[in-house]
């Protein structure tokens, strides 16, 4: 039987997990493909041991070998929180994962009756902030200058979401 040539194209199925101190080296290695500044397993091993920090993983269904395609990492402090980093594999980007972990950590403040949630980003990661913009997110300051990029610096558009009714 003769393989069709892009079978390693077709649309692979992730789960949302909870991330776990095990997935240091996993998320830094991810971290590492999207960020020009990326943490170290070290960081997020010191993040995933403070009670206060939470975060998931999308792993492939089936799979649990495969490298997670993608992961976000929150802090909840009282009834605000913040997204501390999140960050989809190059390989696994425009499946909706970012979505997915969004929407996962979403539920869980949902769950701890979080007020609201706040989050930095890229003014140049387009696809990034219009995805926090459809879930709501609206921005509450900027930062000029702070991500360094290939040709300077950007700004970080500080965004939150209140997540009660009525705020």
Known sequence: MIGFPFDNLRPRSFVIEPLA?????????????TFRQP????????????????????????NRRAQPGGFVLARLVLDEAEILTIAVAPAAQRRGLGRALMDAILRHLHNARASMLFLEVDELNGPAVALY???????????????????????????????????
Do not use: C
């Not at 943490?39 to 998931?56: C, I, K, P, T």
């Open 21 to 33: 101190r095990a997935d240091a080296a996993a998320i830094a290695n991810i971290h590492g493909l």
């Open 39 to 62: 943490w170290s397993d070290e960081d997020f091993h010191a993040l995933l041991v403070d009670e206060n920090v939470f975060g998931f993983v999308a792993r492939e269904e089936g």
């Open 133 to 167: 913009r459809r879930l709501g997110f609206k921005q509450v300051g900027k930062r000029p200058g702070y991500y360094e990029t290939s040709s300077g610096r950007s700004s970080a558009l500080a965004m939150r979401r209140d997540l009660k009714p009525g705020r």
